[in-house]
């Protein structure tokens, strides 16, 4: 059985009012997690996490819900509202505040985090989303590991998911090159990656990518193909916390990480 979690103020964003009514008319109907997630055709887990504002529903989802409880199209509105006010902008001031981090906890299930990025990958994982992928996003990505090159650069620990390491993105030469750099810049003193094995088996993180960027104050951006979120929330931040402490004991230590990393890419 999946932990229940309390969801989000739901004062604090549109986002933290629809995960807020998700769960309430959930309860208020007498459905349970697992039953509500067969309607709409979304794992235990899944469900569980847009209770907790750490996803959010997809639109289709959000017309069946309106269906079944009849509500006049509140979820579908209150969704559309939802992306309208907040989506543009978010991904834009995570990077704003990764920045100004000093400490980053990164966690990544599909992709080599854009910090940890060649410009070959980065290219090849742009262009997942089509063609088009410009050279304007490519720049502004790279741009954002000068962070790294500061003087005094901030920590970035890093945890990876091993589908990263396996996952041939722009082919076997360019993922070679990936992986020995990923390999290089965990031997930095500032640097530390690790790796969750497949041998961990399931494990909470395995719903997505997020990361926790700490300077003055802490804040935690949740990644998802319809669009990140941007959580400032002290109570939401601190329970990315634990999760990603919760991801870390299933982590191999970075020695035993940088051995996987390699053989991973010898196998290529």
């Not at 309860?27 to 997630?37: A, I, Q, S």
Request: proline residues 6%.
């Amino acid at each position: 059985m999946v932990p229940q979690t309390n969801p989000p103020d739901p004062d604090s964003s549109l986002y933290a009012w629809l995960a807020h009514d998700l769960r309430f008319y959930r309860k208020k109907y007498g459905l349970t997690l697992e039953k509500l997630g067969k309607i709409i055709g979304r794992s235990e887990s899944g469900l569980s996490n847009c209770e907790a504002g750490r996803r959010t529903i997809t639109e289709d989802e959000a017309k069946v819900l309106d269906k079944i409880w009849d509500t006049g199209g509140h979820f579908r509105r209150l969704l559309l509202f939802a992306r309208l006010a907040h989506d543009p902008d978010w991904f834009r001031e995570h990077v704003s505040y990764e920045a100004k981090a000093k400490i980053l906890r990164i966690f990544e299930t599909m992709y080599v985090p854009g910090l940890l990025q060649t410009p070959e990958y980065a290219r090849a994982a742009l262009e997942v989303d089509g063609p088009e992928a410009h050279q304007a996003a490519l720049d502004a990505r790279l741009s954002r590991q000068e962070i790294l090159q500061r003087s005094n650069p901030p920590l970035l620990w890093v945890i990876l998911d091993q589908a990263v390491l396996c996952r041939p993105v722009g082919g076997s030469e360019t993922m070679r090159a990936q992986l020995a750099h990923l390999i290089r810049m965990s031997e930095l003193p500032n640097i530390a990656v690790r790796v969750v094995p497949w041998a961990a088996g399931g494990y909470i993180g395995q719903d997505g990518p997020f990361k926790i960027l700490t300077s003055d104050r802490e804040v935690a951006y949740a990644d998802a193909p319809t669009g990140g979120r941007l959580i400032m929330d002290s109570t939401e931040v601190r329970e990315f916390g634990v999760r990603y402490d919760k991801i870390g004991l299933k982590a191999l230590p970075e020695d035993l990480s940088r051995r996987l990393i390699r053989e991973a890419m010898e196998a290529i």
